[in-house]
Nanobody, 126 residues
Framework: QVQVVESGGGLVQAGGSLRLSCAAS????????LGWYREAPGKQRELVAA????????NYADSVKGRFTISGDNAKNTVYLQMNNLKPEDTAVYYC???????????????????WGQGTQVTVSS
């Protein structure tokens, strides 16, 4: 069974930094993208950053561009999120995501699915 474990959340003052880590074990499918999402109270879960596994191309939410950096290690199925110059509005539960391609037969038919971490709380005080 796939396990996705996050770490690195916590309480920090505005302007501070945190680094989130996430590791997935027993993923036997091709990982297409690795990403971080967040969910603040009363709001929908939103994409923070993502990185394409094969190309390394990254994508960031406008609100975090220039402050957050996503990186990944394909061989270890790990993904990191370096968060600098944190703001109170960054307060949320952060979830890592592995978006994978599951091949279902020898003809190459496949579907895609997501694996999620349990979430880690990030709180930024003003």
């Amino acid at each position: 069974q796939v396990q996705v474990v996050e770490s690195g959340g916590g309480l920090v003052q505005a302007g501070g930094s945190l680094r989130l880590s996430c590791a997935a074990s027993r993923i036997r499918s091709e990982v297409l993208t690795l990403g971080w999402y967040r969910e603040a109270p009363g709001k929908q879960r939103e994409l923070v950053a993502a990185i394409a596994s094969s190309s390394g191309v990254t994508n960031y939410a406008d609100s975090v561009k220039g402050r957050f950096t996503i990186s990944g290690d394909n061989a270890k199925n790990t993904v990191y999120l370096q968060m600098n110059n944190l703001k109170p509005e960054d307060t949320a539960v952060y979830y890592c995501n592995f978006h994978v391609k599951v091949v279902v037969n020898v003809e190459g038919a496949f579907h895609e699915r997501d694996y999620w971490g349990q979430g880690t709380q990030v709180t930024v005080s003003s």
